[in-house]
């Protein structure tokens, strides 16, 4: 039996960087969401800070850079699915 991982979303703010990386272990990387009840690999219950990605390549195994940035690329298609859908219903009002 397969258990779906839940995520709580976080607003992206302009003066907040969009990862949120689990400080227990420093091998989890989430894009603007953090994972619950806990980390999905240390099982860390509130123990997510933000990060840039600047950042996170600054100091960031290989691993969680690589993490963060197909994190980042799989939320991008669904923001632009979104705003090409809400485009196509404001045209036809």
Known sequence: MSIT????S???RDSEPPFWVCMSCLSEVF????????????????TYEAF???AIRDWGTE???S???AGEQAA??????????????????
Do not use: N
Not at 5 to 8: G, K, V, Y
Not at 31 to 46: A, L, N, Q, T
Not at 82 to 90: G, L, N, Q
């Open 10 to 12: 976080v607003p992206h």
């Open 63 to 65: 691993d969680l850079i």
């Open 67 to 69: 993490k963060a940035v």
């Open 76 to 93: 991008v298609p669904a923001a632009t699915t979104e705003a090409a859908s809400t485009s196509s219903i404001e045209s036809t009002l």
């Open 31 to 46: 894009y603007r969401k953090v994972p619950m009840p806990d980390c999905p690999s240390c099982h860390g219950v509130s």
């Open 52 to 54: 840039s990605l600047e």
């Open 5 to 8: 991982q839940s995520f709580w």
